[in-house]
C-alpha cells in the first residue's frame, strides 16, 4: 500500500525516483508524482493510473533538481486522480505519506479557519498546511515538521522537503514503514529495502514514533519528545534480489514456476534430512510446555494459518485458536500464560496483524513471526522469527509466499509432535521424508498448465463460482475463491463441503461451477456425496482430486483434474497449485490486471 522513495543526490533525481517507485509497484497504486527542488523551485509531476503515465508526463515536461520526493498511492481518503495524487503542497512544502491521518478532518477545519486552502480530497494536505503554519509563525523546518508530527493521529509515514532548503528531507513513521539508505555524499528514504537496493546496501529501519532528519552527509533521528535516538545500521537483504519477469507474462506466472525451488529452501531450513527429523533450533517457547497457540493473519496469510491449525491439533494435539487479525486485535481474547502466538505475514508490515501482535505482547506471550521480510516490523518485534524464504513477491495474489508459508508451519508441527511426543521417532522420519518430497509433487502439478489453462478458459464464461473442500482442503477453498476474485473479479466463494446443505445449496443451477477440491483421503467418501448433491441440481463440478479419487467417482464432471497421488501432509502445499494456475489463466482470459489487480495492495500497513 503505497510507497514513499526520496533521495539527497549528485545527480538529477526525477528519473531516479521513478525508476525507485517501478521497484514498489508490486505494493499496489493508482496513481504516482514526483516533486524537486531546483535552485529554490519547489516543482512537482503528478499522473493518474500507472507510472508509465508519469513517465510520459516527465518526458513532455522534466523536472530538474538534486533532491526530490516520489510516490505511489493506493486511494483511501478521495478518488485516484492526478488532484489527490501525492506529492501534496503546501506554502514552500512538499509532502508524501503512507498511511491514514483519523483526525484530518478536525485538523482541516482548523486549518481553513486560519485561512488555508485545500485543493484535494485527502488526509495528507492537512500535513502540508499544518508544517506550513508552523513555518509561518517563525519555526524552523525541523521545529515545523515535530510540531506537526505531535498533533497528528493514526498510522503514517512520511517524507517532507521544504523550498529553500536543497539538502533536507525530514521523514517520520508511526506504523507503515520507513528506511534510511546510507551513500556517499547521497541519502536516501523508501517504504522498504528493494526500493533503495539500487543505490545502497546500508540501511537504517525507523521504528514507531521516530523522526529523522536527513542531509547529505548523515542524518539525526530523533524520538516524538524530541529526544535523540540511535538506530543500528545493517547491510539491507533487498539488493540480493533482482526484480524481473523473465520468460513469463506476469509476475504471479513467475512466482507460481518458483514455487518448487522456494518450497524446498524454506523445508531444507526447518528440517534435516538426512537425519529424518525437525531442527531444534532455540525458540521462544517449549512446545511440550504448551497449552495452547493463537495464531492470527490476514488474507492468504490467515488461510495458511488456518490449514496449520488442522496439522497443530491432529500431530500435536496441541489446541489453536486461528483469527483474522483485525478480529483478534479488538475482541480482547485472554491469553493464558502457557501459551504462545504465531503471527503470519507476507510483508510483515501488515498493520492489522502488527496490532495484534502488540496486544499478546501486552499480556507477557512468547511471539513468533512467520514473515517472508525478515527486516520487517512483525519480525523485529517478536521473540522469533520463523523466515518464509520465498525471496520478494512482487505479484500481488499471493503464491508462493502461501506455499511457503504452508511449509513453515507443518515443518513446526512435525517438531511440536515430536516434542510432545504424541508422534514418534518413526512418524517424525516418515513426516520429513513426505515434506521432502513436496517439491517434487509441485513439479508434477505444474505440468498439469496446459489442461488447467483449458479449464480456465471456460471458467472465464462465469460470473460466478463455488469452491468445496473439508479437512485441510475447507481452507483451500477459501484460498481458491480469494484468489479467483482476486484477479479475474469473478464472484467466488469457498464452504466447508458440509456447510453445502445450510445454505450454498440454493445458489446451485446449470449456471454455477463448483470446484471441489478432493484428494483421496479418509473423508473423500463423504465428499463425493456433497458432489451427487451438486450434480443432483445440475452444477458444473470442475473436480480436483487424485488418480484414485477419480477411479472412485462415478459422478459426470465438467471437468477433472487429476494430481499425483500424495502424503496427507504435503496435501494443501501441492494441491495449492492448481488453485493458483486455474486463477491465474482465468484472469488472463478475462484481460484484467494480474500482477496489480484493481483496489488492491500488497502490503496494508493501515486498518
Not at 504516482?32 to 503515465?53: C, F, P, Q, S
Not at 513446526?412 to 521432502?436: F, H, P, Q
Not at 517439491?439 to 505440468?447: F, G, I, N, S, T
Not at 482465468?586 to 500488497?602: C, E, I, S, Y
Request: glycine residues 8%; charged residues 25%; contains cysteine.
Amino acid at each position: 500500500m503505497c510507497g514513499i522513495v526520496a533521495i539527497i543526490g549528485s545527480t538529477p533525481v526525477a528519473p531516479l525516483i521513478v525508476d525507485a517507485l517501478k521497484r514498489l509497484e508490486y505494493r499496489g497504486y493508482d496513481s504516482a508524482g514526483v516533486a524537486t527542488i531546483d535552485h529554490g523551485r519547489l516543482d512537482r509531476r503528478r499522473a493518474e493510473g500507472k507510472l508509465i503515465n508519469l513517465e510520459n508526463r516527465l518526458k513532455d515536461e522534466p523536472l530538474a533538481g538534486l533532491i526530490g520526493i516520489g510516490h505511489t498511492r493506493w486511494a483511501t481518503h478521495g478518488v485516484p486522480n492526478e488532484t489527490n495524487a501525492h506529492p501534496h503542497f503546501g506554502k514552500d512544502v512538499a509532502v508524501v505519506h503512507n498511511g491514514i491521518i483519523e483526525n484530518f478532518a478536525e485538523l482541516r477545519d482548523e486549518l481553513k479557519a486560519d485561512g488555508y486552502d485545500f485543493v484535494s480530497q485527502t488526509d495528507t494536505e492537512v500535513v502540508a498546511h499544518l508544517v506550513s503554519r508552523e513555518l509561518d509563525r517563525g519555526a524552523s523546518p525541523e521545529k515545523a515538521a515535530h510540531n506537526t508530527l505531535k498533533r497528528l493521529q493514526g498510522a503514517f509515514a512520511l517524507a517532507i522537503i521544504f523550498r529553500g532548503d536543497e539538502n533536507l528531507i525530514i521523514g517520520a513513521r508511526s506504523g507503515p514503514p520507513l528506511a534510511v539508505g546510507h551513500g556517499e555524499g547521497e541519502m536516501y528514504l523508501g517504504s522498504d529495502a528493494i526500493a533503495l537496493s539500487p543505490f545502497t546496501s546500508a540501511v537504517t529501519y525507523l521504528e514507531d514514533g521516530d523522526w529523522a532528519v536527513v542531509r547529505r552527509d548523515g542524518m539525526k533521528i530523533f524520538d516524538m519528545d524530541g529526544n535523540p535516538v540511535e538506530r543500528r545500521m545493517q547491510k539491507s537483504i533487498g539488493t540480493a534480489f533482482l526484480v524481473d519477469k523473465g520468460n513469463h507474462r506476469h509476475f504471479m506466472e513467475k512466482e507460481i514456476h518458483e514455487q518448487p525451488e522456494t518450497i524446498s529452501h524454506t523445508l531444507s531450513h526447518y528440517l534435516d534430512f538426512t537425519e529424518g527429523r525437525a531442527r531444534r533450533e532455540a525458540l521462544p517457547f517449549d512446545f511440550a510446555k504448551l497449552d495452547r497457540i493463537a495464531i492470527s493473519a490476514c488474507g492468504t496469510a490467515y488461510l495458511a494459518g488456518l490449514v496449520s491449525k488442522y496439522w497443530f491439533e491432529r500431530y500435536a494435539r496441541l489446541p489453536v485458536d486461528i483469527d483474522i487479525a483485525s478480529e483478534f486485535r479488538y475482541r480482547e481474547m485472554p491469553m493464558p500464560k502457557a501459551s504462545a502466538a504465531f503471527f503470519v505475514s507476507q510483508s510483515g508490515e501488515t498493520a492489522d496483524t502488527l496490532a495484534s501482535l502488540r496486544y499478546c505482547r501486552s499480556q507477557g506471550i512468547p511471539i513468533g513471526a512467520i514473515v517472508n521480510v525478515q527486516e520487517s516490523t512483525i519480525a523485529r518485534e517478536a521473540d522469533g522469527i520463523f523466515p518464509t524464504l520465498a525471496g520478494p513477491e512482487i505479484g500481488v495474489a499471493s503464491t508462493k509466499a502461501f506455499t511457503s508459508q504452508l511449509s513453515v508451519l507443518a515443518a513446526l508441527a512435525v517438531r511440536a509432535g515430536s516434542e510432545r511426543g504424541t508422534i514418534s521417532a518413526e512418524d517424525e522420519k516418515r513426516m520429513v521424508r513426505e515434506l521432502s518430497e513436496a517439491p517434487r509433487y509441485v513439479r508434477q502439478a505444474l505440468k498439469l498448465e496446459e489442461q488447467i489453462e483449458k479449464v480456465a478458459r471456460k471458467l472465464s464464461q462465469f460470473r460466478h463460482v463455488l469452491y468445496l473442500g473439508r479437512d485441510t482442503s475447507y481452507p483451500l477453498a477459501m484460498e481458491g475463491a480469494l484468489k479467483l476474485k482476486e484477479i479475474s473479479y469473478i464472484h467466488a466463494e469457498g464452504y466447508a463441503a458440509g456447510e453445502l446443505k445450510h445454505g450454498p445449496i440454493a445458489l446451485i443451477d446449470r449456471d454455477m461451477p463448483v470446484i471441489v477440491i478432493a484428494p483421496h483421503d479418509r473423508i473423500y467418501d463423504k465428499t463425493v456425496s456433497n458432489m451427487q448433491e451438486v450434480a443432483a441440481r445440475g452444477g458444473k463440478i470442475i473436480l480436483i482430486t487424485d488418480q484414485e479419487g477419480a477411479r472412485r467417482s462415478s459422478i459426470d464432471t465438467f471437468e477433472t483434474i487429476i494430481m499425483p497421488d500424495v502424503p496427507e501432509i504435503i496435501a494443501p502445499i501441492v494441491y495449492a497449485l492448481p488453485i493458483q494456475m486455474l486463477a491465474y489463466f482465468t484472469a488472463v482470459f478475462m484481460g484484467t490486471d494480474v500482477d496489480q489487480p484493481r483496489n488492491l495492495a500488497k502490503s496494508v500497513t493501515v486498518e
